[in-house]
């Protein structure tokens, strides 16, 4: 069962990277000024996708489908700790 809970984590991780890379893509289209203030400034990004909801919505929906993998995945990992 580890070996599920790790492909679903796996899987919820790379939808996630998928998605914030294509949010950062979509703030660098607007200007490299919006781009740069997207990944250094902190809460830029939610300003900016509140701001530009028509256009990041895609992109922020489908990021939402990693919660069941990882949630999933996190689940079906075992709680034992070996040291």
């Known amino acids: 069962m580890e070996a599920i809970g790790m492909i679903l984590l796996f899987i919820g991780m790379a939808i996630a ?13 607007e200007s490299i000024l919006w781009g740069l203030l997207y990944l250094f400034l902190p809460f830029a990004n939610l300003y900016f996708i509140i701001t530009r909801w028509a256009k990041c919505r895609g ?3 489908k990021s939402l489908l990693c919660i ?12 034992t700790l070996d040291y």
């Open 17 to 29: 990277f998928i998605y914030s890379i294509k949010l950062i893509i979509l703030a660098f289209q």
């Open 59 to 61: 992109p922020v929906l």
């Open 68 to 79: 069941p993998f990882i949630l999933l995945g996190v689940m079906l990992m075992p709680l």
